[in-house]
């Protein structure tokens, strides 16, 4: 295993009655992107605040490189931090935000110099050094709050819904860069995110929060193609859900008779046997249509409801024999008519069967 960089060891964070952070364990490793995904609430960013070490733990401990940051003030780990709202200076240059982490270190002016030339060069503004923040776009004032928390070279940088105020085309863009710069630079970055997308398109792992537990972690495939339970199933992406009863279980399969008509084989998620009520997981992009079955191992018949052309692709609506799915077919398919009847085709390994 990679050498362990953040340890969170059973922590716990009350706010008098209410409990944010639920006796959480995880390891992240020297060099990792981890995502903290999850909807409001569900304890993220309070994870997020006790490490950087703006929050205190009611219970547990943390440790980064093996020693424990509990006792330390935040400007002491040694972490960089990156805020949905910048928090730049108004009243500084560019240049002068970004030296700023280092002007309070005591670092000398050359060196200074230096730094923030080379990491003004990495997020591409070094033409914009003497600007000041409300001369700059969003897109280039979240590159000075990187730059800034970059500067001074931390063993973690954190950062909280860095991106939740650019406009979509920018958001993405920014993704890449940040993906980027870790790749480059072998940073050990945790990042706060509600956003599905962008979770999947930066991490090496994503760990999937609800009501202050983790309830799941995995790289971004195995949370997107093998979701542990329903929540996880829903919160990532699309997903069709159908209630059933498993019945027989032979390896890594399972066949499950649908509540609503219809025998499907899928793969399982978790130890499942005979007689267990469960549901069916299958993302729309994993289903076929077809005029009649034949050509793989699950077929359900259904009646087109609705095709709607959604740019990059074909979103379906079927209604019939109780399973009400939605199908995304690349955009260039054949346009299905509402009222047409359909078979609905799709592998047992596009499937998954979770706990209900």
Request: glycine share 10%; charged share 25%.
């Amino acid at each position: 295993m990679s050498e362990v960089r953040i340890r969170f060891d059973a922590i716990s964070k009350w706010y008098g009655p209410l409990c944010v952070v639920d006796s959480l364990d995880l390891e992240i490793a020297k060099g990792e992107f981890v995502s903290l995904l999850g909807p409001s609430g569900s304890g993220k960013t309070t994870l997020l605040m006790m490490l950087a070490g703006f929050e205190a733990p009611t219970k547990g401990r943390i440790l980064v490189d093996g020693e424990p940051v509990d006792g330390l003030p935040s400007y002491k780990r040694d972490m960089g931090v990156v805020f949905q709202s910048y928090a730049l200076f108004p009243h500084m240059s560019v240049a002068r935000n970004v030296a700023f982490p280092l002007e309070m270190r005591g670092v000398g002016k050359a060196e200074i110099e230096d730094r923030v030339g080379r990491v003004l060069d990495m997020v591409q503004l070094s033409t914009m050094r003497d600007r000041w923040p409300a001369q700059l776009s969003g897109g280039q004032q979240q590159r000075v709050a990187l730059a800034r928390a970059l500067v001074f070279e931390p063993r973690v940088v954190l950062m909280d819904e860095p991106l939740g105020a650019l406009d979509k085309q920018l958001r993405e863009q920014m993704q890449l860069d940040i993906r980027a710069l870790h790749a480059r630079l072998g940073l050990t970055i945790v990042f706060v995110t509600h956003d599905q997308s962008e979770a999947l398109t930066m991490s090496d792992r994503i760990a999937v929060f609800n009501k202050g537990r983790i309830e799941q972690i995995g790289t971004p495939r195995e949370i997107y193609d093998e979701p542990h339970t329903r929540f996880v199933a829903e919160f990532i992406g699309e997903t069709n859900l159908a209630e059933g009863t498993i019945e027989s279980v032979d390896g890594g399969h399972v066949r499950v008779a649908l509540k609503r008509g219809g025998h499907v084989v899928a793969g399982l998620a978790g130890a499942m046997k005979t007689g267990q009520d469960v549901l069916l997981s299958i993302r729309p992009e994993r289903i076929e249509l077809r005029e009649t079955a034949g050509r793989q191992d699950n077929s359900l018949t259904a009646t087109v409801a609705d095709c709607v052309y959604q740019g990059d692709h074909l979103r379906v609506q079927l209604d019939g024999a109780g399973h009400d799915f939605v199908v995304r077919l690349d955009r260039k398919a054949h346009e299905w008519r509402p009222g047409s009847p359909v078979v609905a085709e799709f592998r047992p390994g596009d499937c998954r069967v979770i706990a209900p």
